[in-house]
């Protein structure tokens, strides 16, 4: 089956700097790539997300990067504030429309 | 939000005692996911459906079961549960179409003692 790893697991910043996470999976044949927020005690929600035939998308201050030859993708956080601060989680969809998740990156932004 | 309902929200249990966690949405979405969240472990898959019947299992299935005899439920049974399935519970749903967003409910916590 899919395997999602994703790093790093814990992140911090300076409020206004960048954030960078990154996300590699096995199966060759996952077509759709989400990214969830999940703020502490709340469900995830998702935040961008993007398909096998599209290498990059933004949004605002949210951007996300496919690589398929690599099979990696990457979220791209910029001029962070404190209320970016979640856990964030990718996840890949393969075979049988499983959706695998990565284990999560908690990003914290300083004020 | 999406109309995805889990009930219970919260549950404190025996070990050795059966539990049925619940899953309805009202968006007709023919997929439906039961996943658990433990602390460094991410969110990982216990059993998905596609459809009235059709189940299949995930990653960690052994100790639970499910069953779909409608669209709108989604049902995890743990026959008998264990210490080691205290988590907290989210079930998702999507749609017919292979790459759509799945939105979670709120979550269950289920402690097992």
């Known amino acids: 089956g899919e395997n999602v790893e994703q790093h790093p697991s814990t992140l911090s910043v300076q409020e206004g700097d960048s954030a960078v996470i990154k996300c590699t999976y096995s199966?060759?044949?996952?077509?759709?790539f989400p990214w969830y927020k999940q703020e502490l005690g709340k469900r995830p929600q998702l935040i961008i997300d993007?398909?096998?035939?599209?290498g990059e998308k933004k949004d605002q201050r949210i951007a996300v990067t496919l690589n398929k030859t690599a099979k990696h993708f990457s979220l791209h956080i910029t001029e962070t504030q404190p209320e970016d601060s979640a856990v964030y989680f990718c996840?890949?969809?393969?075979?049988?429309?499983?959706?695998?998740f990565g284990g999560g990156t908690r990003l914290m932004v300083k004020p | 939000d999406a109309g995805i309902t889990q009930s219970p929200r919260h549950k404190v249990t025996e070990t050795g005692t059966p539990v049925t966690l619940r899953c309805h949405q009202t968006?007709?979405?023919?997929?439906m996911y039961w996943y658990r969240q433990d602390p460094g472990h991410g969110l990982r898959l216990i059993h998905y459906?596609?459809?009235?019947?059709?189940?299949d299992k995930g990653e960690v299935s052994d100790g639970y079961s499910v069953s779909r005899s409608k669209t709108e439920d989604f049902l995890l049974t743990l026959e008998s549960a264990t210490s080691s399935q205290t988590s907290v519970y989210f079930c998702?749903?999507?749609?017919?179409?292979?790459?759509?967003?799945?939105?979670f409910g709120q979550g269950t916590r289920l402690t097992v003692v």
């Open positions: 993007i398909r096998s035939n599209v």
């Open positions: 998702a749903i999507s749609g017919g179409q292979a790459n759509t967003e799945a939105f």
């Open positions: 459906s596609y459809g009235v019947k059709d189940t």
């Open positions: 199966d060759s044949a996952s077509n759709y």
């Open positions: 968006e007709n979405h023919r997929y």
């Open positions: 996840a890949a969809r393969g075979a049988g429309n499983m959706l695998t």
